[in-house]
Structures are given as C-alpha cells and as structure tokens.
C-alpha cells in the first residue's frame, strides 16, 4: 500500500482566517503573565485560527525592549504550535524593527507583522525600502500593516503591490478602510499574497472583493463568532455571513468608543477575562463610554461564560 502524503501548508493557507489582535493584560502596572495564558487559552480553545501579539492592541507602544520579547514569547510558548503566532515587531526605525523581527524568528513566530513607520512620514519610497531591508535581514514571512489613522501616511496600493514581489513578503493587513483600495491589491499582486481586514466592520465587504480574513479587535471577547463569520465568508456563504456581521456588527462599533484597547479591555473585564488596566498615556473609559460599552457587552455574557467554563 502507498502512503499518502499530506502537503504541508503553505505560508499563505497559514495565514487565511480569524487572528486576534492580542490584549496585553496589565496588573499593577506589570503583565499579568497568568492572565496573558489564559487569554490565550480561551482563544485556542474557542477555535480561532491565529494570535498577533504586540500589535497596537496589545499596547506594544508603551512596552520595553523586555516586556515586548517576554510577551512574544509567552505567546508562542503556550500557543505550542497549535495556531499560528504573527509576532508584532514594527517601529519607526527599521534598524530597532529587523532586531525586533530576528527576536521574533528565533522565538518561533509564524510571521511578523511590520506596521507603516509612523511619526518620521516616509516616502513611497522610504516605504519599499525600509521593508525590503527587513526582508533583506531576516528569513521570517511578513505581514505588512497600512493603519493611516496611526501612522499620518498611507501605504499606497501600487507600493504594497510592488513589495509583494517580494517572496517573503506573504499578506497585508489592510486598514485604511477602502474596498478600492483593496481590490487593487488583491487584483495586481501575487495569486498567494493574503489581504486581512484590519476592521473587524469591513471583514465581510473586504472578504467578497478577495481578502482572507481579518486581525481582530473584536475576537479578543468573541473569537468563536469572528472565526464564523470569516469561515462563512471565505467558503462563499455571504446570506448567512451577512447575518452573522448584523448580529456582531453592535458590539464590533462599540469596540472602538475611546481608544483602542481601552474599550476591548474594559470588555474583558466584564466578562471575566482579565482586568480592564491600560497604560498611560491611554485612559480608563468616561462613564458615558463605559455604559455603551457595557450595553454592547451584555447580550454576549453567557456564550463567554460558558466557553470559559469549557476551556
């Protein structure tokens, strides 16, 4: 009898569906190591097809050069190979981001994700060679990140589609919120280069015009129902993946009432997950905020408890 040879998965089929923007839960001003397991945890075990830690989520802009790897690295150790890990690792100085990409390499990270240098405003230009020096540098599958609302600049369709070109330059995660934008991309680059949603409200549009899924704000509290919606539109189901971006598409606005994270870890907290603390310069919630996100929260209360109580 011949033996069947199952294909190893590509870096794109690695990189197709539902990741989190990891949380960074803080306690005392220190990271919550056991909470940070846990978290990822409840997001294994809710099925969810990948982790990105050190995102701007996971308040990676206020870390040291310790917590960033400590965190990188307790990720990958208790994700044990289960699901993907695409380690944050972008700055505005691309020397700092191949050193942060190399750490990353040797942890043992899928991918890592580079978001555009924000602050010095690069050119095009500057744009394509700042990434092509860290592909240049280090053997690790990126994930480039357009977020002008952070960054000041937007990465133009026509630089990500020449820096795909780049073999070890593997997807996007595109958020600059236009479907032009991303039909660009996903017509002129490479049948495997993979566009993410990096709005958890544009998943399903940005799926039907060629995206894969998405890098998740909203699936740190939901990651079951995000990994349904991106599972539904990827397998050309749009009536019902329409019906489930209705019914999450509340809570997904109400995820982004103050700063991010400050609203997805306030609904952590609610939800038993771990404490709502955030690094200054970000602030706690107003009580106007907190309402509307407590309000969002509610009908979503026992599908977590009983995925916590399942984990």
């Known amino acids: 009898m011949t033996a069947t040879t ?25 990271i919550d190591d056991r909470a940070l397991r846990e978290l990822v945890e409840f997001q294994i075990g809710s099925g969810i097809d990948g982790l990105v830690p050190c995102g701007t989520t996971g308040e990676s802009a206020t870390m040291t050069e310790h917590e960033h790897a400590f965190v990188i690295e307790t990720v990958i150790d208790q994700t044990a190979g289960r699901v993907p890990v695409i380690a944050g690792t972008g700055t505005n100085s691309t020397r700092v981001t191949i050193e942060r990409t190399r750490h990353a390499l040797h942890a043992g990270a899928t991918a890592a994700l580079v978001v555009v240098p924000y602050y010095n405003k690069p050119t095009q ?38 820096l795909s070109q780049i073999p070890s330059i593997a997807a996007i995660k595109e958020a600059a919120g236009s479907l032009d934008l991303v039909t660009e991309i996903v017509n002129e680059t490479r049948d495997d280069f993979v566009v993410l949603s990096g709005d ?22 939901l990651p079951a129902e995000v990994t349904e919606l991106t599972r539904l539109a990827n397998a050309g189901l749009f009536t019902e993946a329409r019906r489930e971006h209705l019914r999450l ?22 939800l038993g997950l771990c ?11 107003n009580e106007s905020q907190f309402r509307t996100v407590a309000q969002a929260v509610q009908p979503w209360m026992s599908a977590v408890s009983h995925a916590l109580a399942a984990d």
Request: proline residues 8%; aromatic residues 6%.
């Open 6 to 30: 199952i294909p190893t998965p590509t870096i794109s089929e690695h990189l197709m569906g539902a990741f989190t923007a990891l949380i960074t839960p803080f306690r005392n001003g220190e």
């Open 125 to 162: 230009e500057g744009l394509i060679a700042h990434y092509t020096a860290i592909a240049d540098a280090v053997e690790l599958p990126l994930v480039l990140y357009n977020v002008p609302g952070r960054t000041g600049i937007t990465m133009s369709g026509q630089t990500t589609i020449a």
């Open 275 to 285: 404490s709502s603390e955030v690094r200054l310069p970000l602030t706690p919630l």
């Open 200 to 221: 958890d409200s544009l998943t399903l549009p940005m799926i039907s015009v060629g995206a894969r899924g998405v890098i998740s704000v909203l699936s740190n509290i």
């Open 249 to 270: 598409f509340d809570v997904m606005r109400a995820m982004f009432v103050g700063n991010n994270p400050t609203a997805v870890k306030t609904a952590a907290e609610l």
